[in-house]
T-cell receptor
Framework: DAKTTQPTSMDCAEGRAANLPCNHS???????VYWYRQIHSQGPQYIIH???NNETNEMASLIITEDRKSSTLILPHATLRDTAVYYC?????????????FGEGTQLTVNP | DVKVTQSSRYLVKRTGEKVFLECVQD?????MFWYRQDPGLGLRLIYF???????EKGDIPEGYSVSREKKERFSLILESASTNQTSMYLC???????????FGSGTQLSVL
């Protein structure tokens, strides 16, 4: 699976949009981009994933560049409860178990 | 919603003890995973299973074994616990071939 690069930490003001970048320049054509987050002392939580089109759900939006070498997770109106570590993971679909490799992620701190 | 339940939130064991960590999921998922999480090292995959009685080693299987006798249950076994196995252990499950994992709340294991 392709490697990803994320900033170590970011800050965001409550109520503003949080834009979390991820680079995955070695991504291959059949690999998806997944985003998870982990709030302190809890297990990671799935947020969203995409292949090449932009995706939106009730939690966030995922913008993938046309060349697929980078993506941005957008939390449109960040709240204090969005403070967490956010992981960007690239993973291909497999017939057997899809094993995800979690890096260090980005610590997002939402400030009042 | 999918529920992944880990049997204990906190566990304290002695060096040399045999330790069982249990995980149960209620959504008929084919895949189940065991990760451990340590400060500065992120989440690391220990073992995973893509079917009953099937298992595959992850990145750090040494000192661990697993058992999957029923589809809904995946057990992690520390044959002889050591202090370097003190960690947060996270169980997860997913559908076949899909990278959307559902995690349990974790078991904080302390080996004294």
């Amino acid at each position: 699976d392709a490697k990803t690069t994320q900033p170590t930490s970011m800050d965001c003001a409550e109520g503003r949009a949080a834009n979390l970048p991820c680079n995955h320049s070695t991504i291959s054509g059949n690999e998806y981009v997944y985003w998870y987050r982990q709030i302190h002392s809890q297990g990671p939580q799935y947020i969203i994933h995409g292949l090449k089109n932009n995706e939106t759900n009730e939690m966030a939006s995922l913008i993938i560049t046309e060349d697929r070498k980078s993506s941005t997770l957008i939390l449109p109106h960040a709240t204090l409860r969005d403070t967490a570590v956010y992981y960007c993971i690239v993973n291909g679909v497999r017939t057997s178990g899809s094993r995800l490799t979690f890096g260090e992620g980005t610590q997002l701190t939402v400030n009042p | 919603d999918v529920k992944v339940t880990q049997s204990s939130r906190y566990l304290v064991k002695r060096t040399g003890e045999k330790v069982f960590l249990e995980c149960v999921q209620d959504m008929d998922h084919e895949n189940m995973f065991w990760y451990r999480q340590d400060p500065g090292l992120g989440l690391r995959l220990i073992y995973f299973s893509y079917d009953v009685k099937m298992k595959e080693k992850g990145d750090i299987p040494e000192g661990y074994s697993v058992s999957r006798e029923k589809k809904e249950r995946f057990s992690l076994i520390l044959e002889s616990a050591s202090t370097n196995q003190t960690s947060m252990y996270l169980c997860a499950s997913s559908l076949q071939g899909v990278g959307k994992l559902f995690f349990g709340s974790g078991t904080q294991l302390s080996v004294l």
